[in-house]
């Protein structure tokens, strides 16, 4: 391709620039309140690595550079828009974007009460059958998970995943239990998560068993009124929603309340099922029960 269609995409970029400093200018003048000037902080700063990334891109010489740097760019919108809803959120405006609002449960596709111990869910050393529970327990030091052997037949990257959880043998130390997505497609070692601590405060993150741990896509502290904290039971639910090739979103319920969403740049499997993880960070065993799987279809927004 010639250096004209070079210059139609460096316009293009030009022209984005623009759209996103015109944002940044309106966003200043909206009358916020103090409790929002760390949103506000976010978004600029979000904003303004786009911007300046868009900057760049007119010092490219070829288009195949230009669109290698043009993605980079674009891999930036999934926590801009995160931002910009936070802040709309902030002023009373609705949320302009459906994935990150509350969806009901739609049709259910699984359910498994764990009274049969031969239901097909893998077990180890930490994962066992027991009293119309699925038990597991997460060793010092370590994480613990399960899911069905099987793949049930359902495509696992627009599912509701629910259950009843209650920690047994509470750690000293902050822990986390809950749900997980289906993994990552062609890379079994990746999941997402909604993980319920024990002091009370949640994760939504990017779990990795291959040593790396979880880093967090948004969490919450301490203190909602819709969460209980001791060895007492809580229902859980993670929508696992492929809000667009190459973009998951995740959103989070605790006791019928959504607590919070993610979105991480990765492709859910569809051939395969999600299940449940206990995480003791790096503190003393801990063990919670689950109850009441349920697979669903999602609903709709609102």
Partial sequence: MGNGTLDQAKATAVSLRGAYFTAD????????????AADLNTFLANSASIVGGLDLLQGIGTLSEFQTSIGTEAAKLTTYTASKEALRHDVGLPQRDPWFSAHSVGTTIYADDFTNPK?????????????????VTAANGGNEGSSPSTPYNFDGSHVSYQADVKLLAPSTTVTYYGLQCAPQAGNLDVHLQGLLGSDGSWIIGHGEQNGNGTYELTAGKPGAPSIKTGSVSNHLRIDCDQSAAG???????????????????????????????????????????????????????G
């Fill in 25 to 36: 200018v309106a966003i200043r003048q909206l009358r916020l309140s103090p409790a929002a």
């Fill in 247 to 301: 973009d998951a979103t995740v959103r989070f319920y605790i006791n019928g309340t959504m607590v919070g969403y993610g979105d991480d740049p990765l492709q859910l499997a569809k051939d395969n099922d999600g299940g449940v993880i206990v995480n003791s960070q790096g503190g003393p065993s801990v063990t919670a029960e689950y109850s009441n799987w349920v697979v669903s279809t999602i609903g709709a927004a």
């Fill in 119 to 135: 239901s097909g869910w893998l077990t180890a050393a930490g994962v066992k059958y027991a009293n119309g529970h699925l038990v």
